[in-house]
């Protein structure tokens, strides 16, 4: 019998282990503007439907150094749970693509979708947005390449964690995905 | 897992695997199996033009388009 994960965390025992990891060639980032999602379940966590008012930027990174965290913290004064996003991606080289690239972070205001090595499509940045928050550029083996990390900023940071999107099925979200990328 | 929906009130499918296989994958699309629901379900078009985006070559190999 074939693996298929069920909606909610229990898994079929066919399936073992959830693998760890993101998958460094499908990541997608829009214009927060432009991205509409639909209602976030309370239960699943998924939301079901995405409309996508401009292209979606297909962006592959190297697989070393590739990682999402998000972090909650909780306002000292007001009480207020917010949540900081870091998405991290390293452009491997010193060379124009990859300086023309990474300024195409510069001044914009971003949701991401990334694919997990689970097969989870998992969303950052709708309610807040991420901004380009580093670049660390360098030429020795260890940090060859642009490290950039995305996140939200002190004074704007997101109201909710991450959530999953699942139009249908993953195929189907997969596909919605890449027929919305730039031609 | 949900399953593709199957249009509502349309004739005949437009699209059919070739062979007698149930399902395909595709280059570009890693883990993703396409059955003939997706083809011809609520996202089928979508789904179509996004196979044919990314592989306009196996898709036609791979799927036969009904006149």
Known sequence: MACSYTATRAVLTACG????????????????????????????????????????????FDARGFSMTDTMSTDANTGAQTHKPVISGRLIGLNGVNRADSEKFKGVNIVN???????????????????????????????????????????????????????????????????AETP | MNTPVKAQGSASPKYKIRGSAKSFGIPGFPNAEYTEDHLNGEHGEMIVRALKKKNAAAFAKLVEEVK
Do not use: C, M
């Open chain 1, 17 to 60: 282990a959830t693998k760890s990891g993101l998958d460094e060639q499908k990541s997608w980032n829009i214009n927060r503007s432009d991205a509409t999602f639909g209602a976030i379940s309370a239960s699943t966590g998924i939301s079901a439907t995405a409309t996508f008012g401009s292209a979606l930027l297909p962006f592959a």
């Open chain 1, 113 to 179: 979708i990334t694919l997990t090595k689970g097969n989870k499509f998992i969303v950052n940045g709708r309610t807040a947005g991420l901004t380009l928050d580093t670049q660390e550029i360098g030429s020795g083996s260890e940090n060859l390449g642009h490290l950039l990390t995305l996140s939200t900023t002190e004074q704007s940071p997101e109201s909710e964690p991450y959530f999953e999107l699942l139009i249908t099925d993953y195929a189907t979200t997969l596909a919605a995905l890449i027929d």
